[in-house]
């Protein structure tokens, strides 16, 4: 496709991650709503596919989605480097990762851990496209940092901890770590957790830079120094319950509850969201929901890291609502936002659509909440003092409305994914008009 | 000197990535020299079995301390609860979803002494109150 004349040519391989990103998401919640169905299907009945190959799918188109969504997102971002051809490589960089990722899983052949299940092999990919990002992102490092200082170090600390995590993510394979399950399990949920903060916080970063025309300056450095305190050691809270170090676990106590002025910093910035802010209806309504889901993720995430709660919630379903409230309510809807609000054709963009798909996802999420919730609590109470048989039978009862939530998201995903290609394929039928009316300036 | 580092965007990327990369290695030997459990490092059989935990992706369906899928049992007292020939019986013939596993008596060996040394490892999740919030690793 021919780039549109009034963007530069790296500017426009935006609307390429965009497709990609909503191929993605699409694909993700068809095979969750195979791996849903699988979970609804009555004991001894085996799923038509295999539950082993659903679920690790599942999870890595989702999360592939994404990162190719943040790499639209931040390739958006205006004046950095006019040079197509890293965005080039990183655009096939990003398409052969998800490619061979998603053909091998299909082929039950993925890493066997949890959230990085792609072969790991393929992180080489992964890690490539994503530095050429951050090389762009970095070339222009001064400008942006004049603009919005606060959305360079984001989206830069954001990036480079996705780095860090991938590689963090190999060194099971080395012996002294491989041989101790406690270093082994400690080590990766370090990395998992750097690799959501990675993600999270670029993802916010950029969005926000993108949607928004008031300039971004540094938080204060105490704020600065309490949310790195919380970025950096709540790592622990993922497995109080293991035997990883104490000290660990104190300190993963303080900074998730530190993460209750987050809260209100976005209980803040919820209620003074206004329409002038963002320009658009669908614009407002995406971006009220995902500061909705991430003050419901923050929340849940703050009560959940309470050790005596946590007992109860740990290793159960409520847990996937957590994870699954965070990734679709905020990470996928903060790329549909960025997406759309850069779209090449953004007077195409059809409202109602936009606004039904929003309604979808959250009514999705809604009903996701409801039902994991309650067969989690189940799983969480009953554990206690029965066994898996004794609670099992009225999870799987329970868990017979999952697949529904799976339509209603299935929906609505599709149709903002649906809407998110349609205005960035016409991009290449017509140029984009002069408008700039999200850079900030 | 660290307040005038705080000025720019780019010198808190610098701090937070450095302390980021440097937690790793305190992770590292901290968790080695963990205290909390009883078991030592893995024997060849049971990091041979940790590979194949990994290989035939038990972790879709099973979960190790409540990481994991949800759709079978939480396998980290496993050994405990039906004996290694139990479990090797599970393997071979399934129960409930889980089919039976293609494993060969070898293979199906270094799962046990897998699950077995994690078993070592400490008790979840708790059975009676009061509770151990941050987890127990002596064995009843």
Same mark, same amino acid.
């Given at each position: ?16 991650? @965009? ?10 919640? +068809? ?12 004991? /001894? ?11 690790? #799918? ?26 197509? =051809? ?34 790991? $092999?393929?992180?080489?990919?992964? %890690? ?6 951050? =090389? ?14 606060? /959305?360079? =170090? ?11 995590? #991938? ?20 080590? *990766? ?5 750097? %690799? %959501? ?49 104490? @000290? +660990? ?13 987050? @809260? ?19 614009? #407002? ?7 909705? =889901? ?44 960025? $997406? +759309? ?32 919730? !309650? ?10 003092? /029965? !066994? ?54 | ?16 990535? %450095? ?81 039976? *596993? ?8 270094? #799962? ?21 919030? @941050? ?6």
């Amino acid at each position: 496709m021919r780039a549109p004349p009034s963007l530069p040519p790296a500017e426009s391989l935006a609307r390429h991650f @965009f497709i990609v990103a909503a191929a993605g998401f699409a694909a993700s919640s +068809l095979i969750g709503l195979l791996a849903a169905a699988a979970i609804a299907l009555p004991q /001894g009945r085996p799923a038509p596919i295999d539950f082993s190959i659903l679920r690790p #799918l599942h999870t890595f188109l989702a999360i592939a989605g994404i990162l190719a969504g943040l790499q639209g997102l931040v390739l958006s971002i205006p004046g950095t480097d006019r040079n197509p =051809w890293p965005a080039r490589l990183q655009l096939g960089a990003m398409a052969a990762f998800i490619v061979f990722g998603a053909v091998a899983q299909t082929l039950g052949i993925g890493s066997g851990r949890e959230y990085f299940t792609w072969p790991l $092999g393929l992180s080489v990919l992964l %890690f490539s496209g994503l530095a050429l990002m951050l =090389w762009r992102l970095f070339v222009g490092a001064s400008a942006m940092e004049r603009r919005s200082p606060e /959305g360079l =170090w984001l989206i830069g600390l954001g990036g480079l901890l996705i780095l860090v995590s #991938l590689i963090e993510s190999e060194l099971w394979r080395l012996d002294a770590v491989a041989s101790d399950y406690v270093r082994n399990l400690t080590l *990766q949920w370090h990395g998992i957790d750097s %690799f %959501f903060a990675g993600i999270n916080i670029a993802l916010y970063g950029s969005a926000a830079y993108l949607m928004s025309d008031r300039p971004k300056a540094l938080r204060g450095r105490g704020l600065f120094l309490i949310a790195g305190f919380g970025l950096l050691f709540t790592f622990g809270h993922h497995h109080y319950v293991s035997p990883q170090p104490h @000290f +660990l676990k104190s300190l993963a106590f303080i900074a998730s509850m530190i993460a209750v002025l987050s @809260f209100w910093r976005h209980i803040a910035a919820y209620r003074t969201l206004h329409a002038a802010d963002l320009g658009e209806r669908h614009l #407002l309504a995406l971006w009220r929901s995902v500061e909705f =889901w991430t003050l419901a993720s923050i929340a849940t995430g703050v009560l959940f890291a309470v050790p005596q709660i946590n007992l109860i919630v740990h290793g159960t379903y409520l847990i996937v609502a957590h994870a699954m409230g965070s990734m679709i309510g905020v990470n996928v809807l903060i790329v549909m936002a960025g $997406g +759309l609000a850069r779209a090449h054709r953004p007077e195409a963009v059809s409202a109602a659509r936009v606004l039904l798909g929003v309604r979808l996802v959250n009514l999705a999420l809604i009903l996701i909440w409801i039902d994991l919730g !309650a067969a989690g609590l189940v799983k969480g109470v009953m554990r206690v003092g /029965g !066994a898996y048989h004794d609670y099992q039978p009225i999870v799987d009862l329970l868990m017979v409305g999952f697949p529904l939530g799976g339509l209603a998201l299935i929906a609505g995903l599709g149709l903002l994914s649906a809407e998110l290609v349609r205005v960035n394929l016409k991009a290449s039928a017509a140029p984009r008009p002069a408008r700039q009316a999200v850079e900030m300036t | 000197m660290e307040i005038v580092l705080l000025r720019t965007a780019l010198s808190r990327i610098v701090i937070l990535l %450095f302390a980021n990369v440097m937690i790793i290695p305190v992770v590292f030997i901290s968790a080695g020299h963990s205290g909390a459990r009883q078991s030592g490092r893995m024997g060849s059989e049971a990091v041979a079995g940790q590979r194949l935990w990994q290989e035939r992706t038990c972790i879709s369906c099973h979960a190790l301390y409540g990481l994991g899928g949800h759709l079978g049992p939480d396998l980290t007292n496993a050994v405990t609860r039906v004996g290694e020939d139990g479990a090797r019986f599970i393997l071979h013939n399934g129960a409930g979803r889980m089919p039976p *596993q293609p494993l060969t008596p070898e293979e199906a060996d270094r #799962l046990i002494a897998y699950l077995s040394y994690v078993d070592s490892t400490g008790v979840y999740p708790t059975k009676s109150f009061p509770a151990y919030s @941050f987890g127990r690793f002596e064995k009843d």
